[in-house]
């Protein structure tokens, strides 16, 4: 039997015949800063608004390795279940997180940002003026993604790396600071008859 409690925006699985026994990993903020598949994306609001520049990885990367295996029939029905250190967590599917999800969820790494002693070196014009496109674009790092989250967001939430960003909520309720483990939980098989 499955009981679904849909409660401050998580869909959480209780009952202990409900779900499969899953595996897990802890996650470590050093070892994804190591991840060949890291990228710098720039966080916007629905309406353009930066919110800052983050180095980034999709949770798809760091999960692939745990759902191997997992059929195609049971996407929808796997869940993937993180934990912060403060003992929160956050609940999505796998279908929420494998491509091509239309806005898959990042674990934000860290803040990019420029140093004080950095040189930029910037053409000026004949007209000896200096473009602010190009000395915005100079100091910023190389933007591989832009990712516009739902939410509508004044500022971005107080988080603590790594941070879960589920882009595709209307509400950042599922977004999680310090995450340090994701659980796989997959559904019982069922014997045929």
């Not at 869909?11 to 990228?39: D, F, M, N, W, Y």
């Not at 930066?50 to 745990?66: A, D, I, K």
């Not at 003992?87 to 239309?102: D, H, I, K, W």
Request: with cysteine; glycine share 6%.
């Amino acid at each position: 039997m499955l009981v679904l409690l849909a409660l401050c925006g998580i869909t959480v699985g209780v009952g202990a015949e409900s779900v499969a026994p899953g595996q897990g990993e802890r996650i470590e903020l050093e070892l994804l800063l190591r991840h060949p598949k890291q990228i710098t994306a720039e966080l916007r609001t629905p309406s353009g608004r930066s919110l800052g520049r983050f180095e980034v990885l999709p949770v798809w990367e760091v999960v692939r390795p745990l759902v191997v295996g997992v059929p195609d029939s049971l996407h929808r029905e796997t869940v993937l279940v993180f934990s912060s250190v403060d003992g929160r967590r956050s609940v999505l599917s796998l279908a929420e997180v494998m491509p091509p999800a239309p806005l898959p969820p990042l674990f934000l790494l860290r803040r990019v940002e420029g140093r004080t002693g950095d040189t930029v070196r910037v053409p000026v014009r004949a007209s000896g003026r200096i473009a602010t496109e190009q000395v915005e674009q100079a100091f910023a790092p190389a933007v591989r993604l832009r990712y516009r989250v739902l939410a509508r967001l004044n500022r971005l939430p107080s988080l603590r790396f790594p941070a879960l960003v589920v882009g595709a909520d209307p509400q950042p309720s599922r977004w999680l600071s310090e995450v340090v483990r994701v659980d796989v939980l997959q559904p019982p098989r069922r014997e045929r008859p």
